[in-house]
């Protein structure tokens, strides 16, 4: 019988390898999970240079604190353009919430690291092909 550790770190794998499959699909054929990095870790996607992709599938919706460790691993990765994928249940890939400062997509009064915005993955995979990514 497995253990919850276990449990939850076969479903981060799984999240993991379903928005690589997705990014994949979608324009990003190099797209692929990182190996761990330890302490300076620089997200969970890799194969698409210059970003960093943190991708959650627990339950524990501590979006705050991701959103940190987010800018945190682009820091270490020495990149400008980061989000953070959150797993939505019962939606598909596509669907599930992406979580992204302004200032990394809009100029003006709301564009800072501060604010964050929320869109679905495919936007996401979106805005990177219009960003140049």
């Known amino acids: 019988m497995s253990t919850p550790q276990a449990r939850a770190k076969a479903r981060g794998r799984e999240t993991e390898n379903m928005v690589v499959g997705y990014l994949n699909d979608h324009g990003y054929p190099h797209a692929e999970r990182r190996r761990l990095k330890g302490a300076k870790d620089e997200g969970d996607i890799t194969g698409?240079?210059?970003?960093?992709i943190e991708v959650k599938g627990d339950r524990s919706m501590r979006i705050r604190a991701w959103r940190e460790e987010t800018v945190t691993e682009a820091w270490n990765a020495h990149v400008e353009f980061y989000f953070l994928v959150v797993?939505?249940?019962?939606?598909?890939?596509?669907?599930?919430?992406?979580?992204?400062?302004?200032?990394?997509?809009?100029?003006?009064?709301?564009?800072?690291?501060?604010?964050?915005?929320?869109?679905?993955?495919?936007?996401?995979a979106t805005l990177m092909k219009l960003q140049g990514y």
Request: hydrophobic share 50%; proline share 7%.
């Open 48 to 52: 698409i240079p210059g970003v960093v």
């Open 87 to 124: 797993r939505v249940e019962y939606k598909p890939v596509a669907e599930w919430d992406v979580h992204i400062p302004t200032g990394l997509i809009a100029e003006g009064l709301f564009a800072t690291e501060d604010v964050w915005i929320r869109m679905d993955l495919a936007d996401a």
